[in-house]
Structure formats: structure tokens, C-alpha cells
């Protein structure tokens, strides 16, 4: 379940950690008064781990990565893709009026597009959360709707989630090093 190199863990602990906090952020657009403490502790939660996962990258920029000059480019044409796909959705759901289903978009593709980048960096914690994330967005419209709830909240809060436990387990990873 865990990367090749060590600072590759503790930049994904970075990443995660980064784009959990902006989901729970997006969560707190309109949520139930009673989720906001969650939320944002979910947010700190998430800004530490990142934080701490800088610092151990940091600390072991030099022990190696699996990123090289062809994984640099083809992780670049992978997030391009994924960049693009997210902007035409949401582009498509604003024009339909249907602009409250952004952040569910937005998640399916972030879901889907970590399936490439798992294989490309042979990295099996990332197909778990591009899994998880993928679910999230699949589930987040009905349950939203179900419980008359924005798509935001319900989204956020599952992605959100999601990626602060897999910022959490690689920067474990990366602590317990072997």
C-alpha cells in the first residue's frame, strides 16, 4: 500500500492533505450549523498533515522519488486532462442551470483521474482513495437530495474524509519508514 521512495509518501500526505482541507472548505459553502465544527476541524486536520508531510519530504528530497522526466510529463498530461475534463463539466452544468452538481463533477473526475496516476506511480494507496473518492461522488447527489442537503456539503464532507485519511496513512507510511 505504500510508495516506492519516502518522499514520495510524505508528498502525497502534502497533496492530500492540500485538497482535503479545499473540500472541506467547499463542504462549509452551506452546511448544517451542527456539521461546521467538523468540517473545519477537518480542515485544520488536513493543513497539519500537509504541513508535516513538507517537512519530512523536505527533509528526504534527496533519498529519491519515482518521478523522473517521462513520469514528470505524462503525470503533467494526466492532470491536464483531468483540469480540462473538470472545467468542461462544470461549464456544461452551469449552462443547464445545474450548478449546484459541480462539486459531485468535480469529484468523479478527481475520483477517476487517480486511477491513471496510481498505475503510473505504482502506488496502491492512491487507487484506494480514487476508489473512495469515486463513490463519494456517485452517492453524493442522491444523499444529498435524500436528506435535503447541498451537494456541496454531503461532497465535501466525503471527499474531504477521504482524503485526509489517505494524507494521514501515507504520512504514516512515511514516518514508519522501514
Known amino acids: 500500500m505504500t510508495a516506492e521512495f519516502l518522499r514520495d509518501a510524505a508528498m502525497t500526505a502534502v497533496i492530500f492533505g492540500v485538497f482535503a482541507s479545499s473540500w472541506f472548505g467547499w463542504a462549509q459553502e ?38 523522473d522526466a517521462d513520469t514528470s510529463r505524462t503525470f503533467g498530461v494526466i492532470v491536464g486532462i483531468e483540469f480540462a475534463a473538470a472545467a468542461i463539466g462544470a ?24 486511477f491513471p496516476v496510481a498505475a503510473l506511480l505504482g502506488y496502491p494507496l492512491i487507487h484506494v482513495v480514487g476508489a473512495m473518492i469515486t463513490v463519494v461522488a456517485l452517492v453524493s447527489i442522491p444523499r444529498a437530495r435524500a436528506r435535503e442537503l447541498p451537494v456541496s456539503a454531503v461532497t465535501g464532507l466525503g471527499a474531504g474524509t477521504v482524503l485526509l485519511a489517505g494524507a494521514l496513512l501515507a504520512l504514516l507510511s512515511a514516518l514508519f519508514w522501514p
Open 30 to 67: 452551506d452546511p448544517p450549523p451542527t456539521w461546521r465544527k467538523f468540517l473545519t476541524a477537518g480542515a485544520i486536520a488536513s493543513v497539519l498533515t500537509a504541513v508535516a508531510g513538507g517537512v519530512l519530504a523536505w527533509q528526504h528530497w534527496q533519498d529519491g522519488s519515482v518521478f
Open 91 to 114: 461549464g456544461i452544468l452551469e449552462v443547464r442551470r445545474k450548478k449546484e452538481l459541480i462539486p459531485a463533477w468535480i469529484a468523479l473526475v478527481v475520483g477517476v483521474h487517480l
